[in-house]
């Protein structure tokens, strides 16, 4: 862009995009140090309506309680339950923030964005009780899953899950665990909660309607982003020290644009998702729970079934889900034309590299889009089988954008996770891909703090604020079991969860 004669108001940190990660990211800086000058863009005309937005992500609090995806079997027979120990102890971050926000008198009402609601993971066939039985047997040798409970008795099964239960044969052969611990988590809620205390508590500016065009190198080691107000269709300039671009799907095709070179290479995969929601009353008051099971052969992780309770504006809701589709647009909001204006010279090899590796999945995503009302019926009747198609209707939920990294031997990988990318002084830091992605905020926003103010981080004051906000910031659950037990307890009260230690 052309250098402006008139910068309209420079800032130490722009925040682009109105979803929870700008939300957590904001009032954590405002908390660390009341003195920095933030202000935040929404392209939209309200925050919290792309991938934040209730029925647009799980819902699921990621605690690696219920999905089987986090815990692959290794080749030599044994679980692998790294990732599900980490996922656990990112959510339980999470939860002492929000719990801090709280009992600072921050945040007010916890129940109108997080609810305890009990995880199973739950399985047919004698191969796969095998793999949940050994699963269990990994993960309860550690205090963290010590609760989780395991049965192949059917009785039990009908207690936890009774609709799944009806119908089924005492011959066939299931098995299922239950975490008593897990939640649900409205962040659409929670994010319009945390901008709503960052317009009056903090004075922080959230512009809706303003969509950020490019980013540049500005004078004195600053960033200058061009911004267009999109009620008026002025463009307006804003000087500022730090640059977050946490805009979900938008953030890839805003960051080709910023002259750094982390970007080189990166290639985004967009995966529409869609829900079939219950409209039946009486189905929805008999089930209480998140349910997951094992994904099919070639499906992305995001993609792992699951039946579950929702509680979305105070109303309990009952969706099963989610089925893959496929639209080029990065946002739902979005325009068909990303997925092509996304291609560079840089990315190409990239995303040349994962089509072809990945024909297993090209095959199952066409499989999905071509499914009809009675083909998404008969999913659901693996886990309902006397489910009635007129007691469900599909909705649409939000787009998510894979990662494509550069690989040396595939040309290019797809990666199921995030990924923050940064210039070398940490002023430019952007964030890509999905899930866990919301249930994690706290902890990827950590990621961030310490990569824009490695020298603040280390401060004595910053560390202190930081500990008081999030007990476990820098320290290993698995070496302090009986305080962060006490501290977990603490803040299930504090957020009015049902179960204590």
Not at 373 to 400: M, N, S
């Amino acid at each position: 862009m052309n250098r402006p004669e008139e910068i309209n108001r420079k800032y130490d940190f722009i925040c682009v995009g109105g979803g929870v990660m700008s939300a957590t990211l904001a009032i954590m800086l405002k908390i660390l140090d009341p003195d920095l000058n933030v202000i935040i863009f929404e392209k939209l005309d309200e925050v919290a309506l792309e991938s934040s937005a209730a029925k647009n992500n799980a819902g699921t609090g990621h605690s690696a309680f219920c999905e089987l995806n986090y815990t692959p079997r290794n080749g030599d027979g044994s679980i692998d339950i790294s990732k599900a120990i980490r996922i656990f102890e990112e959510f339980e971050t999470s939860k002492q923030f929000w719990s801090f926000l709280v009992q600072a008198g921050i945040l007010d009402e916890p129940e109108a964005f997080i609810n305890s609601i009990p995880h199973h993971a739950w399985v047919p066939g004698e191969k796969n009780v095998k793999f949940l039985r050994d699963r269990f047997e990994a993960m309860r040798s550690h205090f963290m899953f010590e609760t989780m409970e395991y049965t192949e008795d059917h009785d039990t099964m009908r207690s936890w899950f009774p609709l799944i239960m009806k119908e089924r044969s005492k011959n066939e052969k299931l098995a299922a665990t239950r975490m008593e611990l897990g939640t649900g988590v409205n962040f659409g809620a929670l994010t319009r909660k945390l901008f709503g205390v960052l317009k009056e508590k903090f004075n922080v500016p959230v512009l809706t309607e303003h969509e950020v065009l490019d980013i540049d190198p500005g004078r004195k080691d600053k960033w200058l982003a061009e911004v267009k107000n999109l009620k008026t269709g002025d463009k307006i300039y804003f000087d500022a020290q730090n640059v977050f671009i946490g805009a979900g799907g938008g953030a890839l095709p805003l960051l080709q644009k910023v002259e750094i070179d982390a970007k080189n290479g990166y290639g985004g995969f967009p995966i529409s998702g869609q829900w079939l929601f219950c409209k039946n009353e009486e189905l929805i008051k008999q089930h209480t729970g998140k349910v997951y099971s094992k994904a099919e052969v070639g499906s992305p992780p995001m993609s792992v079934p699951h039946l579950d309770t929702r509680y979305i504006n105070g109303k309990k809701e009952l969706m099963f889900g989610p089925f893959a589709g496929f639209s080029t647009k990065f946002l739902k909001q979005g325009s068909k034309a990303d997925l092509v204006k996304s291609l560079n010279l840089s990315n190409l090899p990239s995303m040349w590299g994962v089509f072809w590796h990945n024909l297993d999945l090209t095959k199952y995503l066409i499989e999905q889009v071509s499914m009809g009302h009675e083909d998404r019926i008969e999913e659901l009747r693996i886990f309902l089988k006397d489910t009635k198609p007129e007691d469900w209707e599909l909705q649409v939920a939000g787009q998510r954008v894979q990662i494509i990294k550069r690989d040396e031997e595939e040309g290019g990988t797809l990666e199921f996770g995030t990924d923050v990318l940064h210039s070398k002084d940490g002023a430019i830091t952007a964030l890509l891909g999905a899930s866990p992605g919301a249930s994690v905020s706290v902890k990827i926003m950590l990621e961030v703090l310490d990569l824009v103010f490695p020298e603040k981080m280390k401060t004595e004051e910053w560390q202190k604020k930081l500990t008081e906000m999030i007990p476990f910031w820098n320290r290993d659950i698995k070496d302090h079991k009986e305080e962060f037990q006490k501290v977990q307890a603490e803040a299930s009260k504090a957020l009015k969860l049902d179960v204590l230690h």
